[in-house]
C-alpha cells in the first residue's frame, strides 16, 4: 500500500483484496486503465469533501508510479531519535511538533541524510542508525510547481550528553525530549503523514 498527504487529506494506492479498519469513511476508485489518474487527481482536487481516496487496482505500483508522473519529485530523510532514557526528541517548527528531517543532498543515500539533518538541526553527534521506519509521502507546490517529498525515516540512537540545540535558520523553535507514555498529547499537533512514524518508533522501543 502507498498512501500521500495533501495536508489533512490523502489518497491510498492499494490491491483488490486490502482490508483495512476505518475504510468506511474513505471514497473507493476502482481503477481499470492508469491513464485515468489525471482525471482522478482533479476529481480529488476539486471536491475538498473527500478526505480519504482509496484507488484500488490489479497492481498498486505500476498505479503510484504513473500517479508519481505528475509531480516533480523531491527526496528527503529523517529521524525518529531516541536517547538513552528512552525520551524521544521532537522540534517545534512553524507551531506543530515535528521530527527532525531535510532535503538530500546531490549523491547522499538516505541514512547519510537522515544523520545529517538531524546534526545540524538539532545541534547534537553521537548517533547511530538502529533500523529504517519506512517512507512517507506528501504533496505540495514548490515554486508553483505541483511536488510530491520522499521522506525515509529511521530510527536512531544518540549516546551523547549534548543539551539539543535548534537550527533557528530552520525556523525550529524548540527541541524537547518527550518520553513515550506521553507522545499521544503531542501527535494532537503534528501532521497526518508523521502518525504512522511516531506508531512505527514506538513499536520498535
Not at 111 to 129: K, P, Q, Y
Amino acid at each position: 500500500m502507498y498512501k500521500v498527504f495533501f495536508n489533512h487529506r490523502s489518497i491510498e494506492f492499494v490491491s483488490k483484496d486490502f482490508q483495512a479498519a476505518g475504510l468506511d469513511e474513505a471514497f473507493f476508485y476502482f481503477i481499470q486503465d492508469t491513464g485515468e489518474i489525471s482525471r482522478i487527481l482533479r476529481f480529488f482536487n476539486t471536491t475538498p469533501s473527500i478526505s480519504r481516496l482509496v484507488i484500488v487496482s490489479e497492481d498498486p505500483k505500476e498505479t503510484f508510479k504513473v500517479f508519481n508522473f505528475h509531480f516533480m519529485p523531491i527526496s528527503a530523510a529523517g529521524g525518529f531519535v531516541v536517547n538513552s532514557e528512552g525520551e524521544i526528541l521532537l522540534i517545534s517548527r512553524h507551531q506543530k511538533w515535528d521530527l527532525p528531517k531535510g532535503k538530500a543532498e546531490e549523491g547522499e543515500i538516505p541514512s547519510e541524510t537522515a544523520l545529517r539533518d538531524v546534526e545540524e538541526e538539532c545541534g547534537i553527534h553521537n548517533i547511530s542508525i538502529e533500523c529504517s521506519l519506512g517512507e512517507t509521502y506528501h504533496t505540495y507546490k514548490l515554486n508553483g510547481i505541483p511536488s510530491i517529498k520522499k521522506t525515509y525515516w529511521f530510527l536512531m540512537r544518540f549516546t551523547g550528553s549534548e543539551t539539543p540545540i535548534p537550527q533557528l535558520e530552520e525556523d525550529i523553535q524548540e527541541i524537547r525530549w518527550v518520553k513515550p507514555k506521553e507522545i499521544d498529547s503531542y501527535l494532537s499537533n503534528t501532521y497526518n503523514s508523521l502518525v504512522d512514524v511516531f506508531r512505527r518508533g514506538i513499536e520498535k522501543l
